[in-house]
C-alpha cells in the first residue's frame, strides 16, 4: 500500500528563502491488531538477531515506546536517548526519533551501527537553520558566545560553543552571563526568550520555531482553565511566551513527566506534543491528562499538537529497517569530532552542577532539576 504524504508549513527566518518554509512528512499505513502483533514479535526476534537496541523518544507511536522498555531499550528526551546508546553495549543502536536525535547518536557513539525506521523523520527547528546560514550568521557576530539547541543538524552543532538541552540551558545561560558573556542563540526563538526573560543575559535569538509548540495559543489555553479550574498547566518552554506565562510547570520532556508524578493535582493540561501522554499516564495512573488546545490551520483544529515527523516513526518500518539494515546514520567525522565539543561541554557541566548538589545534600534536587513551578 501506498503512504500519504503530508504537507507541512515551517518558519525559514533567515536567508534569501525567510519566510515560510514547506516540507512533507509521510503518513504511515496503520496496521490492523493481528498485523501489529506478528510486527512486534518480529521486532524483538530482530531485535536479537541484530543485536541492537531501541531508543525511543517520548513522543512517538506509544507502541514503539512500550517496545523499547520491553526489550532493554529505553523511552527518554534526545539526549538522554544518545547517552543511553553510547553507554549500552549493543552493537547497533535503532533510533525511533527524528534525524537529529539519530545524529546525536551517532556523534557520542561513532563506532556503532545507528539506525533509524524513516531518515527522512525531520524537525522544523533542523529545517529552519541551515549550516550554511546559520554559520554566516555567527561570523557576523564574532563577540558572541555560540550556545545551540538539541534540536539541530550536526554541521550547526559543530560551529557552536555550547549545545544545550530544555532542561539545562536556562542554567548553562545563566552561568555564561554571570561570566560577562553575550549569547548568540538558535533556534527556537520561546526558548531563548524564555531563558533570555529568566536569566537576563544578552542574547541574539535566531527566530526558528517548532510547529508543534508554536501553535499552542494563550488565550484558548486560559479559556480552556477556566473549563478546569483545578488542573496544573504543564508547559514546553518551546511553547510562546502567552502559554508559559500561564503555566504552572515550564521544563523539558523528562521534567513535565516528573511533575505529573509528584505534584499533588488529579488533572493536568498539557502543553507539549501529546506524544508523551502515554509516559505519564502510565507514571502517575489515576491521573487525568488533557491536550491544550493549539489553533491549528485556520484555526479548525483544537488538539492536533502532534509531530508530523515523529509519527513517521511505526511498526513496519522499524520491522523493515532491522530486517534490511538501510537507513544507517552517518556523519562525517570531522564533523562529528567538532559537534561533540559542545556537547561533551555540556554533560560536563551537568556532571558538576550535579556533583554539587549531591555534596550539598539537597537530594530533592537530584534529578528534575531545572522545571519552575509558578508562573514563569
Request: glycine letters at 8%.
Given at each position: 500500500m501506498g503512504q500519504a504524504i503530508k504537507k507541512v508549513e515551517y518558519d525559514r527566518?533567515?536567508?534569501?528563502?525567510?519566510?515560510?518554509g514547506q516540507a512533507w512528512a509521510r503518513v504511515p499505513d496503520a496496521p490492523g491488531a493481528a498485523q501489529r502483533h506478528a510486527l512486534k514479535e518480529r521486532?524483538?526476534?530482530?531485535?536479537?538477531?541484530?543485536?541492537?537496541?531501541?531508543?525511543?523518544?517520548?513522543?512517538?507511536?506509544?507502541?514503539?515506546?512500550?517496545?523499547?522498555?520491553?526489550?532493554?531499550?529505553?523511552?527518554?528526551?534526545?539526549?538522554?536517548?544518545?547517552?543511553?546508546?553510547?553507554?549500552?553495549?549493543?552493537?547497533?543502536?535503532?533510533?525511533?526519533?527524528?534525524?537529529?536525535?539519530?545524529?546525536?547518536?551517532?556523534?557520542?557513539?561513532?563506532?556503532?551501527?545507528?539506525?533509524?525506521?524513516d531518515l527522512d523523520a525531520t524537525c522544523s527547528l533542523d529545517l529552519g537553520c541551515p549550516a550554511d546560514e546559520f554559520s554566516a550568521f555567527?561570523?557576523?557576530?564574532?563577540?558572541?558566545?555560540?550556545?545551540?539547541?538539541?534540536?539541530?543538524?550536526?554541521?550547526?552543532?559543530?560551529?557552536?560553543?555550547?549545545?544545550?538541552?530544555?532542561?539545562?540551558?536556562?542554567?548553562?545561560?545563566?552561568?555564561?552571563?554571570?561570566?560577562?558573556?553575550k549569547i548568540l542563540w538558535a533556534p527556537d526563538r520561546h526558548l531563548g526568550r524564555y531563558i533570555q526573560k529568566q536569566t537576563g543575559a544578552d542574547m541574539l535569538l535566531w527566530q526558528g520555531s517548532c510547529l508543534v509548540h508554536d501553535e499552542f495559543k494563550g488565550v484558548e489555553l486560559d479559556l480552556l482553565r477556566a473549563e478546569y479550574p483545578d488542573a496544573r498547566i504543564l508547559a514546553h518552554p518551546e511553547a510562546p511566551e502567552?502559554?508559559?506565562?500561564?503555566?504552572?510547570?515550564?521544563?523539558?520532556?523528562?521534567?513535565?513527566?516528573?511533575?505529573?508524578?509528584?505534584?499533588?493535582?488529579?488533572?493536568?493540561?498539557?502543553?507539549?506534543?501529546?506524544?508523551?501522554?502515554?509516559?505519564?499516564?502510565?507514571?502517575?495512573?489515576?491521573?487525568?491528562?488533557?491536550?491544550?488546545?493549539?489553533?491549528?490551520?485556520?484555526?479548525t483544529c483544537k488538539s492536533c499538537a502532534h509531530c508530523p515527523w515523529m509519527a513517521m516513526n511505526?511498526?513496519?518500518?522499524?520491522?523493515?529497517?532491522?530486517?534490511?539494515?538501510?537507513?544507517?546514520?552517518?556523519?562525517?567525522?570531522?564533523?562529528?569530532?567538532?559537534?561533540r565539543l559542545p556537547i561533551d561541554r555540556m554533560l560536563a557541566f551537568a556532571a558538576e552542577r550535579k556533583r554539587r548538589v549531591r555534596a550539598s545534600g539537597d537530594l530533592a534536587r537530584d534529578g528534575a532539576l531545572f522545571a519552575q513551578v509558578g508562573p514563569a
Open positions: 527566518p533567515q536567508g534569501a528563502a525567510c519566510g515560510v521486532i524483538r526476534a530482530l531485535l536479537e538477531r541484530e543485536e541492537a537496541v531501541l531508543v525511543a523518544h517520548y513522543y512517538v507511536d506509544p507502541e514503539l515506546q512500550e517496545l523499547a522498555d520491553q526489550t532493554g531499550g529505553c523511552v527518554a528526551d534526545s539526549l538522554e536517548m544518545a547517552r543511553f546508546g553510547r553507554d549500552h553495549p549493543a552493537r547497533t543502536l535503532v533510533v525511533a526519533g527524528v534525524r537529529f536525535m539519530g545524529e546525536t547518536a551517532k556523534i557520542l557513539s561513532p563506532d556503532k551501527r545507528v539506525l533509524m525506521p555567527c561570523d557576523e557576530h564574532p563577540d558572541r558566545t555560540v550556545v545551540v539547541y538539541a534540536n539541530t543538524s550536526a554541521a550547526v552543532k559543530a560551529r557552536a560553543d555550547w549545545m544545550v538541552t530544555s532542561s539545562i540551558g536556562l542554567e548553562i545561560v545563566a552561568d555564561l552571563h554571570a561570566k560577562g558573556e502567552s502559554v508559559v506565562a500561564l503555566a504552572d510547570v515550564v521544563g523539558s520532556t523528562t521534567q513535565l513527566i516528573d511533575a505529573a508524578v509528584k505534584l499533588d493535582a488529579s488533572r493536568f493540561i498539557v502543553a507539549t506534543d501529546l506524544g508523551i501522554l502515554h509516559k505519564m499516564r502510565l507514571a502517575a495512573p489515576g491521573k487525568i491528562f488533557i491536550e491544550a488546545p493549539t489553533a491549528g490551520n485556520s484555526a511505526g511498526l513496519a518500518n522499524l520491522a523493515d529497517v532491522l530486517e534490511r539494515g538501510h537507513n544507517e546514520i552517518r556523519v562525517d567525522a570531522l564533523i562529528g569530532e567538532r559537534a
